[in-house]
């Protein structure tokens, strides 16, 4: 198993554009979700899935699109980038079920938006 | 109001002594969970050990054990015979099981750098 699998690991882009970034796993799992990470703030999700067709927002969804059209796949889109969204992001996935399921995270994406 | 409460932004430990790493919750679920997660400089997020909220016993992962007390929600990682390689950003994080989304999501805390020094 690859596990998660995030692309591309870094990325640069000026203030405007739009890009997705990818995230993929292979351990069947229900739920993925996307948190970004900023110094000094821990982990803050972004937006989550609890199944293929079925997405809803965490707690700082604004700039940011998601979709989830298999079991497998969740992109995160960046509709217009902002320098505020300078983060590293990851993608985590788990089973669903009880609360003690791990929650396994990809290697993470380090955006910079000029 | 934060829900987790990582007060330490920094510890320092010799090589082969004991460390804890502080963290305090908040919740009003009776049925919940802890989890502690290693970010070394290359920044993966490694999961290190996990207690549910109903466990009698502290989790314990080889050198790793989660000091759990439930009256004063707190639940403080403790790294045994500090290795070198331990320097990293731990994270405190809870999932809680009941209110809208709150399954889904793991909140957590804004980290402790610890520095194991030879």
Redesign the interface.
Known sequence: NAGVTQTPKFQVLKTGQSMTLQCAQDMNHE?M?WYRQDP??????IH?S?GAGIT?Q?EVPNGYNVSRSTTEDFPLRLLSAAPSQTS?Y?C?SRLAG???N????G??T?LTVL | AQKITQTQPGMFVQEKEAVTLDCTYDTSDQSYGLFWYKQPSSGEMIFLIYQGSYDEQNATEGRYSLNFQKARKSANLVISASQLGDSAMYFCAMRETKGGGSNYKLTFGKGTLLTVNP
């Open positions: 739920y979700s000094g703030m821990g982990l803050r999700l989550y609890v809803d965490g590293v990851f985590a009880g609360a003690g791990e929650q396994f995270f290697p993470g380090r």
